[in-house]
């Protein structure tokens, strides 16, 4: 190791002094998410890609990119805002790129335990290398493996006296801490990036943790930000049913994505205008059975203290909001912390807000491995225990089945769409909390090949929750709670939240399997379960539910013209056809500013004005 923190000034060096150190075997690890240093990963990478003597496995999780335009309207959107929101020096992993061409060469091997989803699907290296895991067994698989190098993106101290694994102690404590157990040599490479927001906590180490650290003008890219998400009407149900679960002075677990901002921006209101949050909470249980003593509409006077795997905005605005306040006291740190987090993922706002917190707001966040987070088998498990009281961990689901199973990360087909993540492992501690519940937040229909189809089955072949985890589900139709009740119960809850255009073919076929009463007739309340009924109530409070409830990182001309887009990227050849000639009647003047962000505005070419006939069509509607 350098001494006096005297660090290596190219990739280069660290690329070298592990193939000096580990030859031509080479087994990397790697984070999920954003702590890869995917400079060094590549270099690493194409040097074994050149050297066929070379063997090397990547094992890791989460590669993210953004989507490559898949025509030439979608190229001159995304062109300019990829530009601007990742910027023009972003490095790709290559061999993230090599596997969706199929051109991995057969001397290095890539296994994930949880893809960016969808972005993986029918893709056949990485579905047959794809390892099925629980987040808190990954560090044991790592060692299984026999990983004999780890590189990471880490943060400096600006004394430049410490270390930090800053968005991704997750893992990397864990597996440390079993390779020193079973006495297996391992290589620490940490590659420092400026702009990585330096956090402490059990993230904070000496550089002796590492065999070597690299600090060079080659890591100047910008950090991997994910663009602030639209929340639509189904959506924003969904978070509002979901906000009514939480109670005073409780445990915080959720996930990111559009229903976690749902759920997010309904938590707010309810602090903020706590009578309003009333009124729509009477209006949307009006007419159907009372839960009043299930639910919680109160302000939250003592707050929330957070534990999630992964920190994502919502932790930020829930911060700023006063909710995320309650304290807990932990004994390995010895510190009174408001939220423990595994890694962190998010916009370039909550980037910046890690990276200028200070005081109570910094002293209070800890960034600490997964085995802590995601389960309760520790020294100060019953310590943990009472910290994790009135604990609601939130989770999204692509399809529950009528006897209360949830699948969340594979298709029928055994397709894996993302992973199991930490999903399982919450859903398990909320069954072993007392006064805990799972809620599984999942939109009620899907659009197989452009028809509607509902996401309460009947059965479900790769199940990431078994049915006897079923705990809480919400669809924007309500909330259905399942735990302890037969599957009776359970099928007439679920059929009650589920779209009313599958709710008869659920009743025959669970009646006819034995598994509902005959008797049993869908109630009147729930017998209207339609999209247009959730769009007229929710544009009844517009101003609550707004789009973008937290910003966007897409100008209005974008949205304008990303919301058109999604219209032509569904409609099929007749429906197109119908766009078109719509367009011929629409003023070009009326959407120039729209029209200019395309370069469409003056077109050159028939391909031109087809394409800006096109779009006025879809912008018209």
């Known amino acids: 190791m350098m001494k006096d923190m005297e660090f290596a000034k190219s990739l280069a060096e660290a690329e070298n002094f592990i193939f000096s150190r580990l030859g031509s075997s080479i087994r990397l690890a790697t984070p999920l998410g954003l702590g890869k240093p995917n400079q060094l990963v590549n270099s690493i990478y194409e040097r074994a890609k050149k050297d066929s003597r070379i063997s090397l496995k990547i094992f890791t999780a989460l590669s993210l990119d953004f989507e490559k335009p898949k025509n030439e309207l ?36 890539l296994h994930e335990f949880y893809f960016q989803a969808g972005a993986l699907l029918k893709n056949e290296n990485a579905q047959q290398s794809y390892i099925s895991l629980n987040y808190t067994h990954v560090a044991r698989a790592v060692l299984d493996h026999d990983i004999n190098v780890i590189v990471q993106m880490v943060a400096l101290s600006k004394d430049r006296s410490k270390i930090s694994l800053s968005c991704n102690p997750d893992l990397t404590l864990d597996v440390v801490e079993l390779y020193k157990k079973s006495q297996k040599p391992l290589l620490m490479i940490g590659v420092i990036h400026p702009d990585l ?23 100047r890219h910008s950090l991997f930000a994910v663009p602030r998400v639209s929340v639509d009407e189904a959506e924003h149900l969904i978070g509002f049913y979901a906000s009514q679960l939480i109670a005073d002075s409780g445990t915080l677990q959720i996930g990111i994505g559009s229903l976690s901002d749902a759920l997010v921006n309904a938590m707010i209101m309810r ?41 994502m905005d919502g932790f930020m605005h829930l911060r700023k909001a006063g909710i995320l306040k309650r304290e807990i006291f932990d004994h390995n740190e010895s510190a009174k912390r408001y939220l423990h987090g595994a890694f962190f993922l998010g916009s370039k706002d909550f980037y910046h807000w890690l ?13 600490t491995k997964v085995s802590k987070v995601n389960d309760l088998y520790d020294p100060h498990e ?11 961990f939130f989770n999204t689901c692509m399809a529950v089945t009528y006897l209360g199973a949830a699948a969340s990360d594979t298709l029928e087909n055994g397709q894996v769409v993302s992973g199991v993540g930490g999903q399982y492992n919450f859903v398990a501690m909320a069954h072993e909390l007392e006064d805990a ?34 705990d809480v589900v919400i669809t924007e139709y309500g909330i259905a709670f399942l735990k302890g009740e037969s599957d009776d119960t359970v099928i007439r809850r679920l059929i009650e939240i589920a779209d009313s255009e599958f709710q008869e073919e659920l009743v025959e076929t669970a009646q006819r399997n034995g598994k509902l009463s005959k008797e049993y007739k869908i109630p009147s309340y729930a017998k209207d379960n339609s999209l247009k009924k959730v769009k007229e109530f929710v544009q009844a409070y517009k101003d609550e539910f707004k789009l973008f409830p937290f910003g966007s990182d897409f100008t209005s001309e974008e949205i304008n013209l990303g919301k058109s887009l999604n219209q032509l990227k569904k409609a099929h050849a007749e429906k197109l056809l119908g766009f078109f000639v719509k367009g011929l009647g629409v003023s070009k003047n009326k959407y120039r500013a729209e029209l200019e962000r395309m370069e469409l505005y003056k077109t050159r070419t028939a391909k031109d004005f087809f394409y800006q006939r096109l779009i006025l069509g879809a912008l018209g509607k």
């Open 74 to 109: 979608e190229k001159r959107f995304l062109g300019p805002f990829y530009s601007r929101h990742f910027g023009d020096d972003y490095p790709h992993l290559t061999y993230l790129q090599d596997l969706h061409k199929a051109q991995v060469p057969s001397n290095i091997h």
């Open 197 to 219: 927001p330096y956090l402490g906590g059990d993230a904070e180490v000496d550089a002796s943790f590492f065999d070597f650290i690299v600090e060079s003008e080659e890591v």
């Open 271 to 311: 602090q903020k205008d706590n009578a309003l949050y009333r009124k729509i909470s009477e209006h949307l249980w009006k007419g159907r059975p009372d839960v009043h003593q299930k639910i919680h509409l109160n302000i939250l006077q003592e707050g929330l203290y957070g534990t999630s795997e992964m920190l």
């Open 355 to 367: 990276g200028s917190l200070s005081g109570a707001d910094y002293e209070g966040l800890s960034m």
């Open 382 to 392: 019953l310590a943990i225990r009472k910290q994790r009281k009135n604990a609601r």
């Open 437 to 470: 519940q799972s809620v599984l937040m999942l939109r009620s229909t899907n659009l197989k090949n452009n028809h509607k189809a509902s996401n309460v089955v009947e059965a479900r072949g790769h199940a990431t929750i078994p049915r006897h985890l079923r």
